[in-house]
């Protein structure tokens, strides 16, 4: 079946712009992750999704970043202002949740590559 | 504080020669631990899992890893390596304690390379 997609697979913008990435999951997979991955390190928790409600924001850096999953399906990240700072592949991930997140494997997306000029 | 280390950036081995990627983690309980492999442009591929039951787990493509709980290690191993296996592996742990969340904490990475 088909997996975890993400749109764009590339974004360039300029310092202090806008962004959205978007994140559809799996398909019937209750729960949604968000990780930002910089070069040469380890993917970095950003934020946990339970159906509609993030069950988990600890991991956004700043105000500047958002996310919502309205329906529960597809989920949007959103970085507002824009810093040269930002600039990473931002991974999403989702998982079934049967048996309870702490258990679950987290399937990933191929990522978006943000660059901010 | 939850963290895991993978010592070694880089990891050679010839073609049909044992692997170990090696992995260590500090977590305050027991914890679930995962091994991931990244190939170059292309998302995190999971591996394998330990959440409990017997130590040596098995995972795809012939891998598979040892929970050690009295040196809190999960190193990963493959009897005989394949040039196809050179790619970017991540760990990555959860503490069973965190609640009902599902977040990862990811170790830096390390690049096997296998030669021919």
């Known amino acids: 079946g088909a997996g975890v997609s993400q749109t764009p697979s590339n974004k360039v913008t300029e310092k202090g712009k806008y962004v959205e990435l978007r994140c559809d999951p799996i398909?019937?997979?209750?729960?949604l992750y968000w990780y930002r991955q910089s070069l040469g390190q380890g993917p970095e928790f950003l934020i946990y999704?339970?159906?509609?409600?993030?069950?988990?924001d600890s991991g956004l850096p700043n105000d500047r970043f958002f996310a919502v999953r309205p329906e529960g399906s597809v989920s949007t990240l959103k970085i507002q202002r824009t810093e040269r700072g930002d600039s990473a592949v931002y991974l999403c991930?989702?998982?079934?949740?049967?048996?309870?997140?702490?258990?679950?494997?987290?399937?990933f997306g191929p990522g978006t590559r943000l660059t901010v000029l | 504080a939850q963290s895991v280390a993978q010592p070694e950036d880089q990891v050679n081995v010839a073609e049909g020669n044992p692997l170990t990627v090696k992995c260590t983690y500090s977590?305050?309980?027991?914890?679930?631990l995962f091994w991931y492999v990244q190939y170059p442009n292309r998302g995190l591929q999971f591996l394998l899992k330990?959440?409990?039951?017997?130590?040596l787990v098995k995972g795809s493509y012939g891998f598979e890893a040892e929970f050690n709980k009295s040196q809190t290690s999960f190193h990963l191993k493959k009897p005989s390596a394949l040039v196809s296996d050179s790619a970017l592996y991540f760990c990555?742990?959860?503490?069973?304690?965190?609640?009902?969340?599902?977040?990862?904490?990811f170790g830096q990475g390390t690049t096997l390379q296998v030669k021919p």
């Open positions: 991930a989702s998982s079934l949740t049967v048996a309870g997140p702490s258990t679950d494997t987290q399937y």
């Open positions: 398909s019937g997979h209750t729960a």
């Open positions: 999704f339970q159906g509609t409600g993030a069950a988990d």
């Open positions: 977590v305050s309980g027991n914890p679930y």
């Open positions: 330990y959440i409990t039951g017997d130590n």
């Open positions: 990555a742990v959860r503490d069973r304690r965190s609640g009902n969340t599902g977040k990862l904490i």
